[in-house]
């Protein structure tokens, strides 16, 4: 039994960098939904002033496709991940109805200090082929092809894409705080693409045959009262920030560390291999931590991106979850990383769950429920989207559409999710949100990887084997 | 049932590939004829192939079909071919740049994204390109024999439109916009948004004068171009070089009876022109179009070769052609057993054999089909000593009862 009714009015809310702030509006529009905070551990709301209104908190990346998808007619989240969207699916189903005046920052398009770019005019002119790394591949591809550059890679990532150029990247599209925010890091503002601002966004089919005007015009009573605000920052284009360059040697084996909830046991981890290691600790997170050894280049990165920044020789080692590794090896199953080691923390099982209330036991009776026309199509939610992809193809379930997500697929299940392919620790989640798990995909932890190119070449094979001897000794 | 295609694909039935095959067959005999060789694309290519200025404008860009493959780590995109001059000007440069001249033909579909899913995303195309050569000569060719094929498939009310690029960007220059605008009027020009070239004043009122006469008039010959050289003595060089070229083709023409309308804004889509353009409206619909792009193979690191090229749009020809039904009436054969035992079944297959190794179309008869889409029925009933009946579908009557597969073949041949 599903706890929304068709005739509600669903409302997706965001986790992360907007949750305050949007709680803060709409405790002032009185919306009702006081369990709406940062301190909240569950994902669906009601609202105690409309009996029809119910919300769910999503992170803010899959809230613009949600509400296209008319899983959800009402949502708040940042211009860049509408834009985003829009600039891919241009007459798609989502609907921008009124920024929300807070938001912090901007989306710029920036170089790496080295690349020898002042200005995106000489983007279009040169015949280089440009790496560009983003979170927002398809604004960067449509920058890329409206300024006609001749040649260019994107190279999309779950994070950190500060930390790439320029030895990785010549151009990165990202958010900033600000130009002299971005100049810090060591990168030269080329363009502020937009800026970073809540909005409220519809479902295009609901705000033409749905009465949405009672929480609608919640909001628009605020916004009337408080007109809108500029929240551009400063101009970031002053000729001192272009002169800045960051301190930054080529270095013979590059190794990348991964960031999040990895870091602390990775660090720890590298204790016991008894090299020294500054800038990478449970409390301290640089992006290009420094070690005894000259030879060796170390940034921190997402380790989602780590198998393909390995395979692309921007790397030659990388400590990552075999759940990455994997997930990349589905999608470029040729492609030149291989796995060294398991290093022995950040256990999880990959595993497949649905909803206790769903009458299956395992996968062979989910393939019978699928073809007996109960799901059509079977809608399953996951990081993994290779992984999750693989498996259901391998098991001839079908049909099926994937959901890709950004973290937390347990929120999408059941009202907008069948299934979820994701990881657990100890499955306590999941039976919190009366999840059962079907199958368990394979186990995963950290591991050391590495690029088969480089194990191979006499430049680097012995360093290599060195560092993966040392990593080895921190082995317990 | 629920329709399982894809959305903006389409299935081409028994009766639309009558039609597609028809298109096809006249375009690669009439190709052949006036010299021009048979060459295919792979339907991958790099997407870094279209992106350069010169190429694919933003908006063709913003609707590829573009990803990585599966071998795709290091971000090269590749792309389902959205069209069909550039991958010919890459097989050129790759393998057949050595040749002075190289006239190439083709029959490709091509890919591009369509909104609503109410119009095709794959649509197929006859092309031809004409590699090296002087000017003008080889424009005309092109023309005339697009305009050749056209006329073999029957189509009347064909109107030829006539443009150049040459000119249009010669004029835009006379705007004198920044790099960055002019880019953006040439992409708006290229989809058709010639308002917002009218809405915009020059500086030199000549210009205003002369703009606003090429989009008003709309020549006949090439008297037009006579006039209009006349008309704005103090045009630019490149403009007049341009309306040199624009003359010597329209004269050629002229001389050679082509008939056409010269309309300056008879060009869209594609931004690698230079010189002449041109489009073939039937019904109200574009179903064909081409011009020069001297500048595309060098762009794409070939040699400095000039070249032009043409293409004819099949989906809306199919849709102009009356349907010719296969005339199996004619010459085709049913062979049907009396009742289906293993023995008449196997002789049925003997005897279909030997007519197809005879020369003829024989189709096995397992259900009840029309006779009247044949011209002959043979009937076996597999007992001796007359196992076949063969019917005469035209004349409607019995006229071999016979035991000989010599003698039914016979009868046959001689109708």
Same mark, same amino acid.
């Given at each position: ?17 907007? &949750? ?32 029809? %209104? ?19 007619? %009402? ?9 985003? $969207? ?159 360059? @960051? ?27 008894? %090299? ?31 198998? &393909? ?30 796995? &060294? $080691? ?56 079908? @049909? ?13 299940? @059941? ?50 084997? $060195? ?10 | ?40 694309? /792979?339907? =991958? +290519? ?9 190429? !694919? ?18 971000? +090269? ?60 000569? *080889? ?15 029957? !189509?009347?009310?064909?109107? #030829?439109? =006539?443009?150049?690029?040459? #000119?249009?960007?010669? #004029? ?6 920044? /790099? ?24 030199? /009122? ?26 704005? *003595? ?49 019904? +109200? ?30 989906? *809306?020809?199919?849709?102009? =052609? ?56 043979? !009937?076996?009933?597999?007992?001796? /000593?007359? *196992? ?18 010599? +003698?039914? #073949? ?6």
């Amino acid at each position: 039994m599903k706890d929304y009714q068709v005739d509600c009015i669903k409302l997706a809310l965001p986790k992360g960098r907007f &949750l305050s702030p949007t709680a803060n509006l709409l405790a002032q529009i009185d919306l009702g939904f006081q369990d709406y905070s940062d301190k909240t551990k569950q994902y669906r709301l009601r609202s105690t002033r409309f009996p029809s %209104l119910a919300a769910k908190i999503l992170q803010e990346k899959d809230i613009s496709i949600q509400v296209a998808v008319g899983n959800y007619d %009402l949502g708040i989240c940042g211009l860049d991940w509408i834009e985003e $969207f829009l600039v891919k699916y241009p007459a798609g189903a989502l609907v921008k109805i009124s920024s929300l005046n807070y938001g912090e920052g901007s989306v710029h398009v920036v170089a790496s200090a080295e690349a020898g770019i002042t200005s995106l005019d000489e983007l279009s002119a040169k015949r280089n082929d440009y790496r560009i790394v983003t979170e927002y591949p398809n604004l960067a591809e449509t920058l890329a092809l409206n300024l006609r550059m001749r040649r260019f890679r994107i190279f999309p990532v779950w994070g950190a894409a500060e930390a790439y150029p320029p030895e990785n990247a010549d151009l990165a599209v990202l958010w900033g705080k600000s130009g002299a925010y971005i100049a810090k890091q060591g990168l030269i503002p080329l363009k502020k693409l937009l800026p970073v601002t809540a909005f409220l966004v519809a479902n295009r089919e609901s705000l033409e045959n749905k009465d949405l005007s009672q929480i609608v015009a919640c909001f628009s009573s605020k916004l009337i009262a408080e007109p809108q605000t500029s929240i551009e920052n400063e101009l970031d284009s002053s000729e001192e920030l272009k002169e800045l360059t @960051p301190s930054w040697q080529a270095k013979e084996i590059n190794l990348a560390l991964p960031d999040g909830h990895q870091q602390a046991p990775a660090a720890q981890f590298w204790k016991r291999t008894g %090299l020294v290691l500054q800038g990478y600790s449970a409390e301290v997170s640089i992006r290009r931590p420094s070690t005894e050894l000259d030879w060796l280049g170390i940034k921190v990165i997402r380790p989602q991106d780590m198998p &393909l920044q390995v395979a692309n020789g921007n790397f030659d080692l990388a400590i990552t979850g075999e759940d990455w590794l994997r997930e990349h090896l589905c999608r470029f199953p040729a492609s030149p990383v291989k796995k &060294l $080691f398991a290093l022995g923390f950040g256990t999880v099982k990959i595993v497949a769950a649905v909803s206790q209330e769903m009458p299956v036991a395992n996968i062979d009776e989910l393939r019978s429920f699928v073809q007996s026309g109960k799901l059509t199509p079977l809608k399953v939610a996951s990081e993994y989207i290779n992984i999750a992809d693989k498996y259901l193809r391998d098991n001839h379930i079908t @049909p099926y559409k994937l959901i890709p997500t950004w973290g937390a697929s347990e929120a999408f299940l @059941p009202e907008d999710a069948d299934m979820l392919i994701d990881n657990v620790q100890t499955g306590t989640t999941l039976k919190q949100h009366k999840l059962k798990i079907m199958d368990v995909l394979f186990r995963s932890s950290a591991c050391l990887i590495a690029n088969k190119d480089s194990l191979a070449s006499s430049d680097k094979k012995d360093k290599m084997e $060195f560092l993966s001897q040392k990593l080895r000794a921190g082995l317990r | 049932m629920e329709n399982q295609k894809c959305k903006g694909m389409q299935d081409l039935l028994p009766e639309d590939m009558l039609r597609f095959r028809r298109i096809e067959d006249v375009f690669r005999t009439c190709c052949r004829n006036w010299g021009y060789h048979e060459v295919r694309t /792979p339907t =991958l +290519e790099y997407l870094h192939l279209f992106t350069a200025t010169g190429t !694919l404008t933003p908006s063709m860009l913003s609707k590829v079909y573009s990803f990585l493959d599966w071998d795709g780590w290091s971000g +090269e995109r590749v792309v389902l071919r959205p069209d069909g001059t550039i991958p010919v000007a890459r097989l050129y440069i790759d393998n057949l740049s050595g040749q002075e001249l190289a006239r190439l033909f083709y029959v490709t579909n091509i890919f591009a994204f369509e909104g609503t899913g109410k119009e095709n995303r794959e649509r197929w195309q006859c092309g031809a390109e004409f590699f090296g050569g002087t000017k003008f000569a *080889p424009d005309v060719e092109i023309i005339l024999l697009a305009k050749e094929v056209i006329h073999r498939l029957g !189509l009347s009310n064909v109107g #030829l439109q =006539l443009s150049h690029a040459g #000119l249009v960007k010669a #004029l835009l220059k006379e705007y004198k916009l920044s /790099p960055g605008d002019e880019a953006k009027m040439t992409n708006r020009i290229l989809e058709g948004n010639w308002q917002a070239l009218t809405k915009m004043r020059s500086t030199n /009122p000549e210009i205003d004068r002369l703009m606003a006469a090429l989009l008003g008039l709309k020549g006949k010959s090439s008297s037009f171009l006579h006039n209009v050289r006349a008309s704005f *003595p103090k045009a630019s060089q490149d403009f007049k070089s341009s309306l040199e070229d624009f003359l010597n083709i329209a004269t050629l023409l002229d001389k050679l009876g082509c008939s056409y309308e010269i309309d300056i804004a008879a060009i869209h889509g594609f931004e690698y022109y230079t010189g002449i353009c041109f489009q073939f409206l039937a019904a +109200e619909k574009k179903i064909g179009g081409g011009g020069r792009y001297d500048k595309l193979v060098p762009l794409m690191n070939g040699e400095d070769t000039s070249a032009c090229g043409f293409a004819l749009y099949v989906d *809306p020809i199919m849709q102009l =052609l009356p349907l010719e039904k296969e005339k199996k009436s004619e010459s085709g054969i049913l062979v049907q057993g009396k009742e289906l035992t293993p023995e008449t079944a196997k002789t049925c297959f003997a005897v279909a054999e030997s007519l197809r190794d005879a020369g003829y179309s024989a189709e096995l008869g397992f259900t009840g089909r029309e006779e009247s889409d044949y011209r002959w029925v043979v !009937l076996v009933s597999g007992k001796e /000593p007359s *196992p076949f009946t063969l019917t005469d579908c035209i004349q409607r009557r019995p006229r071999y009862i016979g035991a000989s597969m010599a +003698e039914l #073949l016979k009868v046959v041949s001689e109708g």
